[in-house]
């Protein structure tokens, strides 16, 4: 069975009785090459255990297989059991968990399943859950890489540099956690039923640690949020909404000795500049 193939993919859904649910942003994949670059691209091997997110009928899952030491896939419709059996009935080196990823321990997951083994997360990520799922993927902290196929919309704001116009709170914390890397395109002609959009395959890279000292990590998001909530406000106008304790004077001096301007807005800042300023934030609050 071609599981890229139209033909294939809906007899094998209409001998499950299975229909797409459009709630739950399911798109199959119809071009062999895209699971297989993935997959490629991802560097994975025999020395790789890969999570799984969202293997649908398995088109991604069967590549995996065949080059990782073992996958865990984790899929939420149960009513893609069925389909799954059949299809992946020759793999021996899967495990499927039909759960909410949001609702699982990850890292957890991860010792548990990959003991001695190089872990990395892997997905085609539905469009709706994207940011959530690659929040809990990042700051698991657990993976070599993580490489998903999103909306290219959102894997270019991943990969935005500070002053684009793209850049925002998502990419400070995608950032702040990984190397990201924008690897290839995938048209909407790969899909089944086709989405309205271009999708792309992104790479985050893990980094070992954080790359710049923070006195405070919850703070510094704190900060980056606060930074990105009217992106048409300064920096201190959008601070003193959050940190209104301190006042706008305090905060435009703490601004000034991070040698940023104070009419300077927060999507000028990179993550080094936001670390420079949590800190200092950090300090002020703590005095």
């Known amino acids: 069975m071609d599981l890229c193939s139209i033909n294939d993919i809906k007899a094998l859904l209409a001998r499950h009785g299975f229909h797409f649910s459009k ?4 798109n199959f994949l119809t071009q062999r090459w895209v699971p297989q670059r993935i997959v490629a691209e991802a560097g994975v091997d025999g020395a790789c255990g890969v999570l799984e997110v969202g293997p649908g009928i398995g088109p991604l899952t069967q590549e995996l297989c065949r080059k990782a030491n073992k996958v865990v896939a984790v899929e939420v419709d149960t009513a893609l059991q069925p389909v799954l059996a059949e299809t992946m009935a020759d793999a021996g080196n899967l495990e499927i968990i039909f759960g909410d990823v949001l609702k699982t321990d990850i890292g957890a997951l991860v010792q548990e399943k990959f003991p001695h083994l190089k872990p990395m997360a892997c997905a085609n990520l539905p469009y709706y859950i994207t940011t959530p799922v690659l929040a809990a993927l990042l700051s698991a902290r657990c993976f070599d890489s993580v ?3 999103v909306q290219k919309e959102v894997a270019q704001r991943i990969c935005a540099k500070a002053g684009s116009s793209e850049y925002g709170a998502f990419s400070v914390f995608c950032q702040y956690y ?3 890397k924008l690897l290839f395109d995938v048209p909407a002609s790969c899909f089944i039923p086709q989405p ?3 999708s792309a395959v992104l790479q985050l890279r893990l980094r070992s640690a954080p790359p710049c000292e923070i006195l405070d990590e919850d703070l510094f998001f704190r900060v980056v949020k606060a930074s990105f909530a009217q992106r048409r406000k300064t920096l201190v106008n ?3 909404a959050s940190f209104g304790e301190l006042g706008k004077q305090a905060l435009a001096d ?3 000795a ?3 301007s104070a009419t300077a ?3 000028t800042l990179d993550v080094a500049g936001f670390a420079c300023v949590a800190n200092a934030l950090c300090r002020a609050l703590r005095a």
């Not at 709630?23 to 399911?26: A, C, D, M, P, T």
């Open 265 to 267: 807005r927060g999507e």
């Open 147 to 149: 490489t998903v196929m």
């Open 258 to 260: 991070c040698g940023i």
């Open 23 to 26: 709630s739950k942003g399911q």
């Open 196 to 198: 309205k959009v271009t």
């Open 254 to 256: 703490i601004l000034t």
């Open 178 to 180: 990984a190397e990201p």
């Open 238 to 240: 959008g601070l003193a």
